[in-house]
């Protein structure tokens, strides 16, 4: 009975954020252009929606960490009250994570670039460094997933 539950309101939440989602893009396509007046650019097109755009996928985000971190807490106390061995070794997985990002942050480089048009806030060194950070981590994550694609195999036919 609690399985039906969960699965009925999974999918309905899962139903709701897709039309949802699909709203908001037919919104972005077909809602028009911004006002020449308006525009920041005078000669680049400009959707009228595309604020509702952006703040959707942040609110997308938002939630897809929340609940992936709120799973990863309870699952981890969970199986430490059932398998503490094993649950050391993700928490390992965590560390070697946090200790990912910091090399990468490390390696960032918070040069300023020269953009032209461009007065904002967001070039500065800690953008930069954070911004670096991210991309870094990303093709980290990229070699170890390839890398155990090819090892994982091997290791399975020797046992």
């Known amino acids: 009975m609690a399985v039906t539950k969960i699965r009925r309101t999974s999918s309905l939440v899962f139903l709701v954020a897709i039309l949802v989602t699909l709203a908001v893009i037919a919104l972005f396509l077909f809602g028009g252009q911004v006002a020449p007046e308006q525009k920041l650019v005078a000669d ?33 106390f969970n199986s430490l009250k059932t398998h503490p061995k094993s649950a050391l070794g993700g928490l390992l997985v965590l560390v070697a994570m946090v200790v990912i990002l910091g090399v990468s942050y490390a390696l960032g480089s918070g040069e300023l670039l ?36 090819i090892i994982s195999p091997l290791l399975g036919k020797r046992k």
């Open 44 to 76: 680049m097109s400009q959707p009228a929606f595309t604020d509702i755009m952006l703040y959707w996928a942040y609110i997308l985000l938002a939630v897809t960490v929340v609940v992936l971190i709120l799973f990863a807490v309870f699952g981890f």
């Open 114 to 149: 020269n953009i032209p048009g461009y007065d904002g806030p967001d070039n500065n060194p800690a953008t930069l460094k954070m911004t670096d950070m991210w991309i870094f981590s990303m093709y980290i994550m990229l070699v170890l997933s390839i890398t155990a694609m």
